[in-house]
């Protein structure tokens, strides 16, 4: 097993942990970690097949992608700390409402 394989192996499995994680909690914090996790499953998956190019050397567009991916995740990630620390003041839980079935 190649260490690209490895790797997007790993990264899919981060992802799978960050989904089960982003349905299973029901705290927002633990929302926000989930999709961090789910975000660093992608970037790892796109670092990996970087390099299966034919001839061995790796494509530095995927690398491109993922710093450009971690600039945004870390943005959306303050901005939604933020949201969740407003919702939290408003209503004195970090958690969404209940809807009710109509």
């Known amino acids: 097993m190649t260490p ?12 799978v942990l960050g989904v089960h994680a982003l349905t299973r909690r029901a705290h927002l914090l633990n929302k926000i970690i989930a999709l961090n996790i789910m975000g660093s499953g992608i970037f790892l998956v796109f670092g990996a097949l970087a390099y299966r190019t034919p001839n061995g050397v790796s494509d530095p567009v995927p690398h491109a992608m993922v710093i450009t991916g971690i600039v945004v995740a870390i943005s959306a990630t303050a901005v939604a700390l933020t949201l969740m620390l407003r919702l939290q003041s408003k209503t004195g839980a970090a958690e969404l409402p209940e809807q009710s079935p109509e």
């Not at 690209?4 to 992802?15: D, E, H, R, S, W």
């Open 4 to 15: 690209a394989i490895l790797y997007a192996i790993t990264g899919i499995g981060l992802f």
